[in-house]
């Protein structure tokens, strides 16, 4: 009894002593061969293989088994014992075939030699069941493991506890109360597979209750009840009571071992792990690093437990965002257990590189993760079978990292590697088919980010189906299916169906109990969201308001989520053009972001320029300007987020446009240079929006008749276009048409005229004869020749340029009757030039006959906008722009006349003209008076 009690109390060495006496008086009143011999020889194995010194122990379980097996032949009960130890030191490493081999040989022999019902047949099947389930033969294993607890119910009469009648029939099998209260422990592994945790308290408190009764001075072993209750309250995440029980544990283990023990070691350990959990790091540190002073000073069998208490330093590390601290502490780990592993290929290995790569990942080191990732499949690879949920799990590590580099496919293909050996395994444990949910999940998740809407809402919503089945109705893993579904909803314009899964995600939140506002907030913001996708912006305004009011009553201090919930309605008003009222939340939010941030935040930098862009929308291009809202957000941006290079971009193109509209070129084009700079730096692929800025500047260039630095940029543009992208042709040609202008301004009308004439051939091999594009380039052609004829003295050259500028414009003309037939006005003037090329080369008649042509177009403009227009206002803007364009008809028929000297003819077309002139003016005085 005393050796047990020694083993129990984990005080081994002294335990293998006793045993090594016993075994030496054996000897010397017993044949070598008998079997009190081979009970103390399995007794020494078992400390062996307690110490993790499995191969020592291996060799003394081979001399007791052989022993055993000549003294008994092939059935006892001792040979069971033995067999079942063979078995546990086959299952540490990992040959789970054997170690199923030796424990079926146990049952086999209990099943000889005891009744059907008696208690080792259980605790054999569940030694069996945990063989299966690390083969992942988990539908097996959970049939073995529910027939021992089947044989455990028929026991104590599970549904209706009557532990006095279960004693009675446990002390016919047991030598006393302690292996009563293991087997007690055991059944509670059993319940906690099942996560019938309250069942589990139940047979803890009633091993708790013999113990105190039995043994009350034993406070090592009342102390481990406590700890493994703690372990039951803790799955029940309730951290508290388990905190509570933990430390009554550690009292009661500091008074039985005055002097100290590793075991110590351990509860505060498993105090750290529960103080990590809450979020209270720094006493979880203090818990840690006494472990560290009670090993130092007591040592531990394992150093491998060494090893887990430097890996609990990373995980506080790691929850407090000290990543690198971390990492230093899980290669430490991982540095002991290769030595103690001797370097091999042993799985923990795995584990804790796994552990690494985690916080890898978490600092979006990436290639470094996947490196040991892979090292970590090698390993789980060559120690499990295929399958195996370990594998599975570094598979999904994998997927994370592929697809946090945007490798979706690579991240996708490893997603499902893992789902499909989950789907394999067929468990139906809740716990696995929620891992199941999980992976779905994940999968859903890429395929949202490739786009797949439908085929991501399809896995969430298989994942959602398990999760209700196995979560109560409340569970936040309901909220995230719901929330993602409804995300990929909304990617696809389906905003009332995704309504509904948010308001669904809304409704649980408002159920749970303690109400976290902060959640509440999220789920009102979203349903805001949609509204706002929608165009629906009262209804938005109404769910962003509700989220402000909570947040400014249960965290105002939050001044963070509360600038953004400002800036958010600014948003919504100003899409309202309720541009005031925004300016009012705008401001409100900058004011919060200035006061509690650094100045160069890159939020404030956000609401400046969201500032911006609403006196843009008021056409106060100066306040925008002068109050350099747009200069101090590109300012803080280019501080806090340099690398950012797209958003700079997007930033200084905006300031540049709002200095263009100001003409202020200078300022417009130092904006743009930068642009332009950054872009060919940083973002050479973006050929097709370099080609855009160089041009832009071209074109301001342009504006301030420096013409030969507009066609500088403008070539610059055009040599990428043709190097990057040969078959932008619309773009070639602009460009192309850009450099014509150029020259057309000045006078070197000869290129002009070969620039945009390329300009023309291109869009005429590329586009329909009748493209509107086409007649534009026509009429462009025509008025650099008719340019040409200015600047010559040669009259038949003027003749031959009027001709070939008549041809052109007569092609235009075709095209825009047939394209845009009813575009009267851009008709009328391209009559109009055509009537003054016939003047000028004295067609007279054929120039009267196109001017009246094109004043018959303009007087069906008058009758069509007089007609369309009832407004005042509309018609004093029709009479003040169609009466110039109208009487210049009338002009220009008076102007021939004239020159067929039909002076008559001539004077009673001035006079028209002369009185819808006057009229004009008139109605023009009119309208000034009144407006002032």
């Known amino acids: 009894m005393k050796k047990k009690l020694l083993y129990i109390e984990g005080k081994f060495e002294e335990a293998i002593n006793f045993h090594e006496q016993a075994l030496q008086i054996r000897r010397k009143y017993y044949s070598s061969d008998h079997p009190h011999i081979a009970n103390s020889l399995r007794n020494i194995g078992d400390i062996f293989h307690k110490k993790d010194r499995y191969d020592e122990a291996f060799v003394y379980f081979q001399e007791a088994l052989t022993i055993l097996e000549k003294y008994y032949k ?12 063979i078995g546990y030191y086959f299952r540490e490493q990992r040959n789970y075939d054997k170690s199923l081999e030796s424990h079926q040989r146990s049952l086999t022999i209990y099943e000889k030699c005891y009744p059907t019902d008696h208690v080792f047949i259980p605790l054999t099947l569940n030694d069996i069941a945990d063989s299966l389930g690390g083969q992942d033969k988990n539908n097996e294993a959970l049939n073995v493991h529910c027939r021992a607890f089947r044989m455990h119910k028929k026991f104590i009469q599970y549904d209706h506890i009557d532990m006095s009648k279960y004693f009675c029939t446990l002390r016919s099998f047991f030598s006393g109360h302690i292996d009563i209260i293991c087997l007690l422990h055991n059944i509670d592994v059993v319940l906690n597979i099942l996560e019938k945790f309250d069942d589990a308290m139940i047979f803890h408190r009633q091993a708790l209750t013999m113990e105190e009764e039995y043994h009350p001075s034993f406070q090592a072993k009342i102390a481990q009840t406590f700890i493994w209750i703690g372990h039951v309250l803790r799955n029940q995440e309730k951290y508290e009571e388990a905190l509570d029980h933990y430390k009554q544990a550690l009292v009661m283990q500091k008074s039985y071992y005055p002097l100290g023990h590793v075991n110590i070691a351990f509860t505060l350990q498993n105090i750290g792990a529960i103080l990590s959990e809450q979020g209270k790091y720094d006493e979880a ?56 592993y001797d370097h091999s290929d042993h799985p923990n290995l795995a584990d804790t590189i796994n552990n690494i790569d985690n916080l890898l990942c978490s600092q979006k080191k990436y290639d470094e993760a996947m490196k040991f990732y892979k090292e970590a499949l090698r390993i789980q690879e060559k120690n499990y079978p295929n399958g195996h949920i370990k594998i599975a799990i570094t598979l999904n590590n994998i997927g994370h990292v592929l697809m946090n580099q945007t490798k979706y496919d690579e991240s996708l293909d490893y997603y499902q590697q893992a789902y499909s050996i989950l789907v394999k395994l067929g468990s139906y444990y809740p716990l696995d088919q929620l891992q199941i949910a999980f992976y779905r999940s994940y999968i859903s998740d890429v395929l949202h980010l490739q786009k797949k809407y439908q085929e991501a809402v399809e896995y969430q919503q298989r994942a959602l189906s398990i999760r209700e089945k196995c979560l109560p109705s409340t569970h936040k893993q309901i909220i995230t299916s719901c929330i993602k579904i409804s995300r990929s909803l909304c990617s696809q314009k389906k905003y009332t169906d995704a309504l509904e899964f ?13 109400i976290n506002y902060m ?55 100003k899409q ?70 797209e958003g700079i971009v997007i930033m200084l193109i905006t300031i540049s446009n709002e200095f ?83 020259f057309q301004r000045q006078g070197d009308y000869v290129k002009a005229f070969d620039f945009r004439n390329r300009s023309l051939k291109i869009r005429e091999t590329h586009l329909s004869s009748n493209h509107l594009k086409i007649a534009d380039g026509l009429n462009e052609l025509g008025h650099i020749l008719l340019a040409q004829k200015n600047n010559n003295a040669d009259v038949l050259e003027d003749q031959k340029k009027y001709n070939e500028a008549l041809l052109y414009r007569q092609r235009a003309l075709t095209i825009k009757q047939e394209y845009c037939s009813s575009d009267h006005d851009e008709i009328a003037n391209n009559l109009t030039e055509i009537g003054q090329l016939h003047a000028n080369l004295k067609e007279y008649d054929k120039a009267l006959e196109v001017y009246q042509q094109a004043l018959s177009t303009r007087e069906q403009i008058s009758q069509s906008d007089q007609v369309e227009n009832d407004y005042i206002i509309q018609y004093f803007s029709f009479i003040f722009y169609r009466p110039t364009k109208y009487t210049n008809c009338l002009r220009e028929i008076d102007l021939v006349w004239n020159s ?5 003819r001539a004077a009673e077309y001035f006079e028209k003209c002369l009185c819808i002139r006057e009229a004009s003016l008139s109605l023009a005085g009119g309208r000034k008076k009144k407006s002032s």
């Open 502 to 514: 948010q308001q669904r995600a809304l409704s649980i939140e408002e159920k749970i109990e303690p």
């Open 576 to 645: 309202q053009q309720k541009y005031d009222e925004a300016l009012t939340f705008k401001n409100r939010a900058l004011k919060m972001r200035e006061t509690h941030f650094p100045s160069n935040h890159q939020h404030i930098a956000s609401i400046l320029n969201d500032i911006s862009i609403i006196f843009h929308e008021q056409n106060k291009y100066d306040e925008a300007l002068d109050c350099t809202f747009y200069q101090r957000a590109v300012e803080i941006k280019e501080k806090f987020d340099p690398t950012d290079y």
């Open 900 to 904: 067929k000297t039909d002076y008559d």
């Open 74 to 85: 092939s059935f006892h009960p001792d040979i069971a014992k033995c067999m079942s130890s």
């Open 285 to 340: 540190l203090k818990f840690y690093q006494q472990v560290t002073i009670v090993v130092e000073k007591h040592g531990l069998h394992n150093r491998c437990d060494i090893a887990f208490n430097l890996m609990g330093f990373g995980n506080i590390l790691c929850n407090q965002e000290k990543l690198d601290e971390a990492i230093d502490y899980y290669q430490r780990a991982l540095q002991i257990q290769k030595d103690y």
């Open 660 to 742: 263009k509209h100001g003409k202020k070129y200078d300022d417009a084009l130092h904006y743009l240079d930068r642009d332009l700079n950054i872009r060919e730096t940083h973002l050479p692929s973006t050929y097709e929006q370099i080609s855009r800025h160089v041009n832009g500047i071209g074109l301001i260039h342009n504006e301030q008749e420096k013409y030969n630095e507009a066609r500088q940029y403008y070539r610059r543009a055009l040599d990428i276009t043709v190097k990057f992208n040969a078959s932008a042709y619309d773009d070639i040609a602009v460009l192309l048409s850009n450099i014509s202008l150029t």
């Open 519 to 573: 959640n509440i907030v999220d789920r009102l913001c979203e349903i805001g969201k949609n509204f706002f996708d929608q165009e629906k912006y009262d209804e938005a305004l109404e769910f962003f308001q509700r989220a402000l009011t909570i947040m400014e009553t249960s965290d105002p201090s939050n001044h963070g989520y509360n600038a953004t919930l400002l800036n958010s309605i600014g948003e919504i008003l």
